[in-house]
């Protein structure tokens, strides 16, 4: 092989292993007052199984909370799309007795213009109107805004949750407007995406609204 040969490859090497690396939303453990943010892994597929017991949560049809048998196909989904850097799947533990009790990820990551989704969030129904949600939010946007220069972060959700859009709303964020016909649904049905965003310029008022939040709470 010759000289140019050797360089060309070695050039298409480095630039391989760069891809590789450079990861614009790196593993990381998020601590609050009331739970922690865990980096997804196969090694918690049971206990997030058990945590969708507690309110048969893989019942709801607008929603994608894994059952206890599909678990652990769920996390082997998640870690798929860690590894195209398109997701960074976290498991939230509560703080006081250790328990798993849900999971969230940034999601649809656009690596080159710093924009990312949380999504893919859901709670044990016992912690659904706790303080949790309100800090993981929290502790997600500081880290999107103030360490990773995010220039938006979205949230989108079934037209038909409710609930879902009213938490979102609460949260400070605005709604850009529905996606139709967006997503075919496991029963067949067409799912109409709600999406809403908060863009950089506003985070320093969310986040003093997230924190009053949370102090009215305590």
């Known amino acids: 092989m010759g000289g140019c040969d050797s360089y060309y490859l070695q050039q298409a090497f480095t630039q391989e292993k760069k891809h590789v690396m450079n990861r614009w939303i790196e ?35 607008y929603t994608a909370v894994p059952s206890p048998e599909s678990a652990e196909q769920y996390v082997k989904d998640a870690l798929a799309m ?18 798993i009790i849900g999971s969230t990820r940034f999601c649809n990551i656009d690596e080159q213009n710093h924009r990312a989704e949380i999504g893919y969030t859901w709670y044990a129904k016992s912690q659904q109107r706790s303080p949790i949600n309100t800090e993981c939010k929290l502790m997600l946007l500081t880290h999107a805004f103030e360490q ?8 989108r959700t079934h037209w038909h949750n409710q609930a879902s859009r009213r938490a979102i709303e609460r949260l400070g964020a605005k ?44």
Do not use: C
């Open 27 to 61: 593993p990381i453990t998020l601590k609050g007052d009331y739970a922690t943010l865990e980096p997804l892994s196969l090694e918690h597929a049971h206990e997030l199984g058990e945590a969708s017991k507690d309110g048969e949560l893989w019942k709801l049809w």
């Open 175 to 218: 709604r850009d407007g529905v996606l139709r016909n967006h997503q075919k649904m496991a029963d067949g049905s067409y799912r109409d995406t709600v999406v809403f965003s908060i863009i950089n310029l506003e985070w320093p008022s969310v986040k003093k609204g997230l924190e009053f939040k949370l102090q009215e709470k305590q």
């Open 148 to 155: 990773l220069e995010a220039i938006a972060v979205e949230f």
């Open 82 to 99: 860690f590894d195209k850097h398109t997701a960074m799947p976290f498991v939230i533990r509560k703080n006081n007795g250790g328990k």
